[in-house]
């Protein structure tokens, strides 16, 4: 497992819980997930979704 880097940890939105980043993640025009960071235990978005688990295009479309 790949650790999250401080510094893009630093930088980035953080969400308190996986539904409030779900809610934005949704409602964003590109498709985000949302991921736990192992640095600061919140949870943040990201548009990688390579081996990872996506949003199905239902969801995506509510």
Not at 1 to 6: A, F, G
């Amino acid at each position: 497992m790949v650790r999250t880097k401080l510094s893009t940890c630093a930088r980035k939105v953080r969400y308190p819980t996986e539904p409030a980043a779900l809610a934005i993640a949704l409602a964003a025009s590109v498709p985000l997930r949302p991921y736990r960071c192992d640095r600061c235990g919140q949870y943040h978005l990201t548009s990688r979704t390579r081996g990872k688990r996506t949003l199905p295009p239902q969801a995506r479309q509510a």
